[in-house]
DNA sequence: CATTTAACTGAACAAGTGTTCATTTGAAAA
DNA sequence: TTTTCAAATGAACACTTGTTCAGTTAAATG
């Protein structure tokens, strides 16, 4: 307890978000190789040793801005809890995606441009969340088939193609562009909604 | 003359190409910034000075691999005379899409992955590229809605759709797979027709 | 044969890389 | 006030970066 107090009053706990924050953000904007941890440390007003308080190293923190997104993303998606018939449910899992993604552009950017610059270990544990979350789609689609009301030839393939063009959104999508977003919301369920049905 | 058959007994336009392919292989690998001209020069079998003799830097290197494969898109896609009706013509431009993007995961990977790495007038011509063959697609969507058998509530914003869908295709697709390129064309082909006719 | 010259080497340049660590700083705890 | 210790510094480490260029090589030319 005596030590928590400590904590509170110390800068530690400001100074980690805000080597992330800035982390993702370069990040995104140039590319993890192209980003060097005195960059990183310039932009958060710190010397490049005292990033290894936050960090054991430049790939630690790759891997935690991905997981830590994927993590976010599987928790929001299990909050949600998607109910009804299929057809329902894909209109709930649709404005999900869009609704989580296009206010983490960064997080997206980097989560998907980045991947190759993971460990084989690290894009394991990104890929098997991922995958996760594709299967939670794939889900919706077969219970349609099932139902009836969908027609998809091949469940694994719709998915696919469908995070696709939905992720595909948020990197095009500008907050001042010419479209609000509840209409991008309804263009997006239109086009997804008639891909699959009968 | 005399010097075009030195140039042809020489071995520069051996060379010349074998830096373009492991580049692109390279890039498409381990991303633009992680790659070093020492590591392009080696898979070649050169030491990297050899490397300037076929480019003026690194960048551009980069954007010529990106330029010619822009270029060689639209080529082909200019070869490929879209005739018939809008839905015709959309089958016709789906199909052109895969069987250009499929066979050439590298350049479409690296293509859409380094664009940040591109200097902003390389940026820029690129990006021109990219909205002309956007533009292709766009015109049969409003083809289509003048004809009345497409409902798409926003031709733009479907461009954008149908185009993520169609090239998300190359990130996951494998030559060894589970299903056969027509395969995966026709169940491709079934979701586009789907999501933009009435 | 000698000459020419495209192609390439290998060393050098100045700058930047991730990471470590002994040392300093400054605020909370006693 | 003195003690304590998390947080940050700044220098150092060994190595890599893109790029240049005087010099070498070897094959085509005359």
Redesign the interface.
Known sequence: MADMARKQGSHSDITGPRVQDTALRLIA??????VSMRQIAAEVGLQAGALYNYTPDKQSLLFDLMRSHMADLLDALAATDLQGDALARLEGFTQFHIRFHLPRSDQVFVSY?EL??LSPENFAAIEAMRRQYEDALEDILRAGEAEGVFA???T???T??????L???S??YREDG??AMP??E???W???R????T
Do not use: C, E
């Open positions: 904007q140039h590319g993890f190789a192209a441009m190759r610059n998809v030839p091949d694994r393939v719709a696919m193609a469908l995070i696709a063009m992720t595909g959104l990197h095009w010419r479209l209409t991008i309804a263009i997006y239109d086009l997804v008639k891909s699959v049905t």
